[in-house]
């Protein structure tokens, strides 16, 4: 770890000159014949942070950002803002995608000397549609030992809940911004069988769904918004209903895809009798008619505008 690192180099400073040593540590990270000593470069370790409820840190992430020498960040204000709500005080650094090229031989080289890293993102698990990549391929390359330390991911958490397949799935990184971009974008997962798990920002959110209900039919959906937080919501429908899910365009999203079913899979139609019986079973046990109207949406894969409909339908249809 650091400090035996530290004490290390302090035995190398005693003997050698620092440019002797910057030399012997960047050319070859193995025993210094000279000196009869062998250096120990530094780890980095690839630390994953809560994406919004802090409680969901692990115990060995926190010793991990304790311990280390150096925390780089992809934005160190969001980070030393977590820092300091466990009492860490471990200096940050920033590494983000417009400077990840300076950086990586600054990094490299505290690595080789014996600086112990950490890798975060803003929130979630590292290089999962975040910067690092290079950092960690670069280490991996150069013999430095990489350690993962994991814990939450949005990408996980919205697959859980989304209730589709998880054996096989692909992660698809943030949609494209650009309207013809993301509808080809969206038209070739439509092609995709496996469950399809993707990031949206809030500013794009709407014309998303409203392309994601002109093209991918009747596939399932799930919208997940804010996970972990306050303001948590989970809404599923088919596709073609996602332009109607009422959500406020704030927050972070991921959206997950249900896989293309079999003919043998496809769910048998929805009769409106059994939806309202549900529907009705669940205002009789208190819940309000709004809270009813999403529990029986999420049980049978529709909008709550769905349910609402289909009830008005069958009222309106039923002798008095």
């Known amino acids: 770890m650091a400090r035996t690192n530290a004490s290390f180099r302090q035995q190398l400073e005693s003997r050698f000159s620092t440019s002797k040593i910057r030399q012997l540590t960047m050319v070859q990270y193995s025993s210094l014949a000279e000196a009869g000593l062998q250096i120990m470069a530094g780890s980095l370790y690839v630390v994953s942070t809560p994406i919004g409820n802090l409680d969901d840190i692990t115990v060995r992430a926190v010793n991990t950002l304790k311990s280390v020498g150096l925390v780089a960040a992809e934005d160190t204000r969001r980070t030393d803002h977590l820092l300091k709500h466990f009492g860490i005080a471990t200096p940050t650094t920033s590494l983000h995608e417009h400077n990840e090229s300076q950086k990586l031989p600054q990094l490299l080289r505290k690595l080789a000397e014996g600086t112990d890293i950490a890798l975060v993102s803003d ?23 990489v350690v993962p330390i994991p814990g939450p991911s949005a990408v996980l958490a919205a697959l859980a809940v989304s209730g589709y397949p998880a054996d096989e799935f692909v992660f698809a990184g943030f949609a494209p911004s650009k309207s013809n971009d993301r509808k080809r974008w969206l038209a070739a997962l439509a092609r995709e069988e496996r469950t399809v798990v993707f990031f949206e920002t809030p500013h794009r959110i709407n014309k998303t769904l409203a392309d994601i209900a002109e093209l991918l039919g009747e596939r399932q959906i799930t919208v997940a918004r804010e996970l972990t937080k306050v303001h948590e919501q989970v809404a599923r429908c088919a596709a073609s209903s996602a332009s109607e899910l009422s959500m406020p365009a704030r927050g972070e999203f991921t959206i997950v895809l249900g896989p293309i079913l079999q003919p043998s899979q496809v769910l048998q139609p929805i009769d409106d009798q059994d939806l309202a019986a549900y529907f009705y079973q669940l205002t009789d046990l208190s819940r309000s008619p709004r809270r009813a109207a999403a529990e029986t949406a999420a049980k049978f894969g529709l909008s709550t505008n769905d349910v609402y409909a289909r009830l008005a339908r069958l009222k309106a249809t039923t002798p008095p």
């Open 123 to 145: 929130a979630g698990t590292p290089l999962v549609a975040d910067p690092g990549q290079r950092l960690v391929a670069r280490a991996a390359a150069e013999g430095i030992r």
